[in-house]
């Protein structure tokens, strides 16, 4: 059983950065593709990145290219979410989901384990 926890929320400024990280346990790491997914109060929970099992492929939502980029660290079983040039809309509840087919995805029912999430606000 693969376990997932994030970590890094909290609250920024319009125009700050935050970098997320998310440790995962129990399972074998490099072998499973990363997803970053978001839900705002009110909305449906979105997909925001995915990273395969190597790092070699990574897919964004539109609304974040160019601004977010994630990452990860197979020798330290973790993914990165590095936020920048971040905007009231990025307000959400962060989740980190862990997938054991390897390739980027966006689906979130495609994705096996899931964390408790971190909360992200934006605001001045």
């Known amino acids: 059983q693969v376990q997932v926890v994030e970590s890094g929320g909290g609250l920024v400024q319009p125009g700050g950065s935050l970098r997320l990280s998310c440790a995962a346990s129990?399972?074998?790491?490099?072998?499973?593709?990363m997803g970053w997914f978001r839900q705002a109060p009110g909305k449906e929970r979105e997909f925001v990145a995915s990273?395969?099992?190597?790092?070699?492929?990574?897919y964004y939502a539109d609304s974040v290219k160019s601004r977010f980029t994630i990452a990860r660290s197979n020798a330290e079983n973790t993914v990165y979410l590095q936020m920048n040039s971040l905007i009231p809309e990025d307000t959400a509840v962060y989740y980190c989901?862990?997938?054991?087919?390897?390739?980027?995805?966006?689906?979130?029912?495609?994705?096996?384990?899931w964390g408790q999430g971190t909360q992200v606000n934006v605001s001045s």
């Open positions: 129990g399972g074998t790491f490099s072998r499973y593709a």
């Open positions: 990273i395969s099992w190597s790092g070699g492929s990574t």
């Open positions: 989901a862990a997938d054991h087919r390897g390739t980027v995805k966006h689906g979130s029912r495609e994705y096996d384990y």
